[in-house]
Structure formats: C-alpha cells, structure tokens
C-alpha cells in the first residue's frame, strides 16, 4: 500500500481469475497489471479490509461498500467488494488524496479561465473519465472561496475531507437522497455547491433552481466531452432557456501522462459566447476543435509523447 500510494495509485483492484487473483492498478486512466496472488493471499487481504472498513466479513456475495482512513499515508480508502456466480469475491480500493501541491496543469492558464466562470456565478459542470480528478478540481476550485462563502458539497460518497466545508454524504436508506440533500442545503444559504453527480432529472432540477437562484454550483455529470454535456442535460430534461440562464461554463478534463513522467490536467472548456452558441446549436457531440488544437500543441512541444496524443485525441 505504501508503495502504490507514492506512486499515486489512483485505484487498486483484486480480480479473481482460474485458480488465483489478479492484481493490478489504475494510474492516470492507465490499467496496469502488478502481480499474481494466490488464492488464499487474495482472500486474507480482501477479508482484511473488509474488517478494518466494518463490512460483513462473512457476506461474499452482495455488494459491500465501506471507506478506512489509512494513517501511515493519511490518504482514505474507499472500498467496494462484490461476489461473482462462484461466489468469488473483487475488491476494489480507491484511494483518496489530500489536497496538496501534485495538481499540474498542462496549460496554466486554464485555471485562469475556470476561474473566470465563477464571476458569473451559476452553475459549472465538469466531465471525464473516471479517475480524471474532477473531484480535486472542483474541490481546488471551490476552496478559494471558502474564506468568504459557505461551502456545502454533497456526496455520494464524501471523496476528500476539507475541514473547512460542510460536508454531506448521500444515504438512500436514511432517506438523504442526493434531492432531499440539496433541498437541505438550500436552507443553510451557502454561497458555493459542490454536487458530487448530477445523475438524475431531479437532482438536474433542483441543480439548476440553485444556479438561478444566485449559489455558484459546481458539479460532474457523465458525459464524453465538453458538448456531450449539454447533450446529457437535454436528456435530463433541462430546457434551452434554463441552461442559457444558469450555465456557466462546462469542462471536460483528462489526467494527461507527460514525458517527464507526472500527470498533468488538460482541460476543454466551454464558457460565455462560445457556450451559448454551442446550447443554440443542434449538437450530435464529439470533442471541440479547441481540444485537439492542445493535443497537437502538446506533442509539439514535446509535453507529451506522440502516442499519448493519439490516445487522447477524441476526447
């Protein structure tokens, strides 16, 4: 675990296959296989975390999910297990890190212009792979305030611990569905939200009420690009006229390996005249050509290797 969390390991799994287990990592969107185990190994490691994160450690089964606070690195673990037909279980560890000073852009200065999407105030939408940091981004971006607004963030679950938030975890068994949650949060009057997914037209609604309502609203929703984002609002049956109103900006985001080996963010964002056009327009989805304008910029500066911009390129 040490080992893996230098490397900034994003997420661990334990897969089982024939007579033994797999183990590999998740690193910048990049899978990577680590070792074999053997059977018994993989189901002592599975069954200790399991323990340590209070799951039913006899249930090999049903859907587990539980988080551990790991000390020695002082980043949490999210843990989610699940039994296949052979009653075989996979673990998968996401680790979550502090905010910190590992947080690299590839071109700076689109921090700047997402800085700049907030004077609007509104509502903010990122998207991207998994593991592509839009959680940190958005926590980075909110903390700026934090000094002079009220942040609430709702969760499912709470990613990042910052002590100077509210935060609010999503539990559907106790009645805390992301809707009641926000509806909450309303009451508490604070300047920013964070919303860890937009996923369904209730939560789209009540995002987008708070938006018109004058909160600065920063949330993710699923989508395959910058454009893809309106195109999943659509679905979510926001009208034309609300998402003029409320929108803000849209940013898309892939963690990006560059050749001096770290991870870097580079960013397609949507904003002002640009973002209404796109909202007007009867978009099919697809990658801006702004996008790939950076990807060919980045391998001619030699930021990146060719092989990565070709990775990249569609978004």
Excluded at 83 to 92: K, Y
Excluded at 280 to 307: C, F, M, T, Y
Aim: aromatic letters at 6%; hydrophobic letters at 40%; one cysteine or more.
């Amino acid at each position: 675990m040490n080992q893996l969390i230098k490397q900034r390991v994003s997420d661990i799994y334990l897969i089982p296959q024939d007579d033994h287990y797999r183990l590999l990592t998740l690193n910048g969107g990049q899978l990577t296989p680590q070792k074999i185990l053997a059977n018994e190994s993989a189901i002592q490691i599975i069954t200790y975390f399991k323990y340590h994160a209070d799951m039913a450690v006899s249930e090999h089964r049903r859907p587990q999910a539980g988080a551990i606070r790991y000390q020695k690195s002082r980043v949490d673990l999210r843990i989610s297990t699940v039994g296949d037909f052979r009653g075989r279980e996979t673990l998968v560890i996401r680790i979550i890190y502090p905010l910190g000073k590992q947080y690299q852009l590839l071109f700076p200065r689109q921090w700047d212009q997402l800085v700049d999407m907030t004077k609007k105030r509104g509502m903010i939408l990122f998207s991207g792979p998994m593991g592509s940091g839009k959680t940190t981004t958005m926590y980075r971006l909110a903390n700026q305030f934090s000094h002079e607004e009220v942040v609430l963030s709702i969760e499912d679950p709470v990613e990042i611990y910052q002590p100077n938030f509210i935060q609010l975890q999503v539990n559907d068994l106790a009645g805390m569905s992301y809707q009641e949650l926000l509806r909450l949060g309303l009451r508490h009057r604070p300047g920013i939200f964070i919303i860890g997914e937009i996923r369904d037209v209730n939560t789209a609604q009540i995002a987008v009420q708070a938006a018109l309502s004058g909160h600065l609203v920063l949330a993710t929703v699923h989508a395959q690009s910058a454009i893809g984002v309106i195109i999943r609002l659509r679905q979510l049956g926001v009208p034309e006229d609300q998402l003029q109103q409320a929108l803000s900006g849209i940013c898309y985001q892939r963690l990006i390996k560059t050749l001096s080996g770290n991870l870097a963010v580079m960013m397609d964002q949507l904003s002002g005249p640009s973002l209404m056009r796109k909202i007007r327009a009867n978009l099919v989805g697809g990658v801006s050509d702004e996008w790939q304008q950076l990807v060919a910029k980045a391998v001619e500066q030699h930021q990146i290797a060719p092989a990565e911009g070709k990775r990249i390129k569609a978004g």
